[in-house]
């Protein structure tokens, strides 16, 4: 058994430096755009605010909008399947001394807590296998008047280079940024899910992309049509 234990060794200490390497790469490719992102979500949050994080990766991003969170009192659940990302998560919330976030290796398919005031998907909403069913899901978690909030980058212009070449980029990056994402995909999405888009903000964009924040709520029984509030940032 000990010999057997030594010949481990050299491949454990393998796996760990890969997870190590894919959070490092993570957190240099995408916690720079995406804490940005977060500032954007968490100063929209009333005092107090629970908030259910789906797709916390590393951290990284959330940890750098620590004053945000400790100023307005926010309690964060954040979750993620990937068992790397999340060990590197757990550290940086420890490392931040912010007890109130509480990182989960867990699906969002078969979460169950709750109740939330509000749930962001920060560019992880179209990454997942069933984005409609995750927004159902997490929408049926949060309490009356809650809001979904999620972050994305949105193709202008349709390019089937892009689309082709974009789900390969994790092969070099080990980083999975999904498949090209339009706007009217992103609608229907929303739409099959049973929510109503409330706003859509456009906090950057090119001739060819723009980074959006929209806003959803779980759709109200006889209501009467509300119009979407579409706006963009002062700087693009």
Same mark, same amino acid.
């Given at each position: 058994?000990?010999?057997?234990?030594?010949?481990?060794? /050299?491949?454990?200490?393998?796996?760990?430096?890969?997870?190590?390497?894919?959070?490092?790469?993570?957190?240099?490719?995408?916690?720079?755009?995406?804490? *940005?992102?977060?500032?954007?979500?968490?100063?929209?949050?009333?005092?107090?605010?629970?908030?259910?994080?789906?797709?916390?990766?590393?951290?990284?991003?959330?940890?750098?909008?620590?004053?945000?969170?400790?100023?307005?009192?926010?309690?964060?659940?954040?979750?993620?399947?990937?068992?790397?990302?999340?060990?590197?998560?757990? *550290?940086?919330?420890?490392?931040? *001394?912010?007890?109130?976030?509480?990182?989960?290796?867990?699906?969002?398919?078969?979460?169950?807590?709750?109740?939330?005031?509000?749930?962001?998907?920060?560019?992880?909403?179209?990454?997942?296998?069933?984005?409609?069913?995750?927004?159902?899901?997490?929408?049926?978690?949060?309490? /009356?008047?809650?809001?979904?909030?999620?972050?994305?980058?949105?193709?202008?212009?349709?390019?089937?280079?892009?689309?082709?070449?974009?789900?390969?980029?994790?092969?070099?990056?080990?980083?999975?940024?999904?498949?090209?994402?339009?706007?009217?995909?992103?609608?229907?999405?929303?739409?099959?899910?049973?929510?109503?888009?409330?706003?859509?903000?456009?906090?950057?964009?090119?001739?060819?992309?723009?980074?959006?924040?929209?806003?959803?709520?779980?759709?109200?029984?006889?209501?009467?049509?509300?119009?979407?509030?579409?706006?963009?940032?002062?700087?693009?």
């Amino acid at each position: 058994m000990p010999r057997l234990q030594e010949d481990l060794r /050299p491949a454990e200490r393998r796996l760990s430096e890969v997870a190590a390497h894919r959070g490092w790469l993570y957190d240099r490719l995408v916690a720079g755009m995406t804490s *940005g992102w977060y500032r954007e979500v968490f100063t929209r949050l009333p005092l107090g605010t629970r908030l259910l994080d789906v797709g916390v990766g590393t951290g990284a991003a959330l940890v750098r909008c620590a004053d945000l969170i400790r100023e307005r009192e926010l309690s964060v659940v954040g979750i993620d399947v990937d068992a790397d990302y999340l060990a590197r998560c757990e *550290g940086a919330v420890r490392r931040a *001394g912010l007890a109130g976030v509480s990182p989960r290796l867990e699906s969002v398919y078969e979460h169950r807590d709750g109740p939330y005031d509000a749930a962001y998907f920060s560019a992880s909403l179209m990454l997942l296998p069933d984005p409609a069913a995750a927004v159902r899901r997490v929408a049926g978690l949060l309490r /009356p008047g809650g809001a979904l909030y999620a972050t994305q980058t949105f193709q202008l212009r349709r390019s089937r280079l892009i689309e082709w070449g974009k789900p390969l980029v994790r092969y070099v990056t080990t980083i999975d940024f999904g498949r090209v994402t339009y706007e009217a995909d992103f609608r229907a999405c929303l739409a099959d899910a049973g929510v109503k888009l409330a706003e859509l903000h456009t906090m950057t964009a090119t001739r060819h992309f723009a980074h959006r924040l929209a806003v959803a709520r779980p759709v109200r029984a006889a209501t009467e049509a509300e119009p979407i509030d579409e706006r963009v940032a002062d700087k693009a």
